[in-house]
């Protein structure tokens, strides 16, 4: 009777290097790298124009009162859009400001009140000029035959912004009559 020896065969090898799995995890490592060094070479070798762009918007943004929502003193919803009106800045709600007094008001909130004023009941009109920082849309808004941007900083609810000069003297008079934040120690102070 001829008894066959029954070797072990081995059905994975080590490899070329000869080190079991350290080798393999050297070799994916490897490639993992390369694959990400490929594809951040590919993103900044790429033109720009192959992933697309923001487009810069223009063009006018118009919405019947039960369309306009208020978000804050400088952002409104105006249908789908949420855009902040250009060359203004207004407190967020929440932020407390001081009067002469010594009582502190929620200036921001009030700043919301008074651009909802502006704007509640009337057809809004907004001419949509570039983005801000957040990529919202800026705009300059009429609402019932009225500047919304000019109104809000010459009622003093908001500030001119450095890019506005031509709403720096109606934040001077603003201040000057101290209307709206300019009644507060906090705003005149800052």
């Avoid at 009140?113 to 800026?138: K, M, Q, S």
């Avoid at 609402?143 to 001077?172: H, I, K, L, T």
């Avoid at 300019?182 to 102070?189: F, I, M, N, P, V």
Wanted: aromatic fraction near 4%.
């Amino acid at each position: 009777m001829c008894v066959l020896s029954q070797k072990s065969r081995r059905i994975f090898h080590s490899g070329p290097t000869g080190k079991g799995r350290g080798g393999i995890v050297r070799t994916v490592a490897a490639g993992l790298i390369g694959a990400v060094g490929g594809a951040a070479l590919m993103l900044i070798a790429l033109p720009a124009e192959l992933f697309g762009r923001v487009p810069v918007l223009s063009g006018t943004l118009t919405a019947d009162a039960p369309q306009i929502a208020v978000v804050d003193g400088d952002t409104l919803r105006v249908r789908d859009t949420v855009l902040r009106l250009k060359g203004v800045s207004a407190p967020r709600r929440g932020q407390i400001c001081q009067r002469d007094d010594g009582t502190g008001y929620d200036c921001g909130a009030a700043a919301t009140e008074a651009l909802a004023g502006f704007v509640r009941g009337h057809l809004i009109a907004c001419e949509l000029n570039g983005r801000d920082v957040a990529g919202h849309p800026l705009a300059m808004c009429e609402s019932g035959g009225r500047d919304v941007n000019r109104a809000m900083v010459a009622g003093g609810w908001a500030r001119a912004q450095v890019d506005a000069p031509a709403f720096g003297d109606d934040e001077a008079g603003a201040r000057a009559r101290q209307v709206g934040l300019w009644q507060s120690r906090s705003a005149k102070a800052s």
